[in-house]
């Protein structure tokens, strides 16, 4: 059974950073693909960002430039900074695994683990 736990949403002005943090159990860790996702008011589900097994990292265009996202096998985590930060990325941010490949990172479909969710708010 895999878990998934976010941490590290909050307030921020626009311009501002946060660091979320998604801390995983199971011992699948080393070989899955950790992606970020986040859901804004009245919006779907986007893809924001994700990092492979083998630290290969994909972004949204949104996130190009801004968001980092890192892993620390040792920890069972991965990290996701995102600096200036704007309103548009108000969104509760998900953390979800895969170890399959049948679909895109990019695709929900793929995951079939998901966290719970943390709140980020940025103001203007």
């Known amino acids: 059974q895999v878990q998934l736990v976010e941490s590290g949403g909050g307030l921020v002005q626009a311009g501002g950073s946060l660091r979320l943090s998604c801390a995983t159990s199971?011992?699948?860790?080393?070989?899955?693909?950790t992606g970020w996702f986040r859901q804004g008011p009245g919006k779907e589900r986007e893809f924001v960002t994700c990092?492979?097994?083998?630290?290969?990292?994909a972004y949204a265009d949104s996130a190009k430039g801004r968001f980092t996202i890192s892993r620390d096998n040792a920890k069972n985590t991965v990290l996701l900074q995102m600096n200036s930060l704007e309103p548009n990325d108000t969104a509760v941010y998900y953390c979800?695994?895969?170890?399959?490949?049948?679909?895109?990172?990019?695709?929900?479909?793929?995951?079939?683990?998901w966290g719970q969710g943390t709140q980020v708010t940025v103001s203007s």
């Open positions: 979800a695994a895969t170890t399959s490949t049948y679909y895109s990172y990019s695709d929900r479909r793929a995951y079939p683990y």
């Open positions: 199971g011992r699948t860790f080393s070989s899955r693909t």
């Open positions: 990092i492979t097994w083998n630290g290969s990292t």
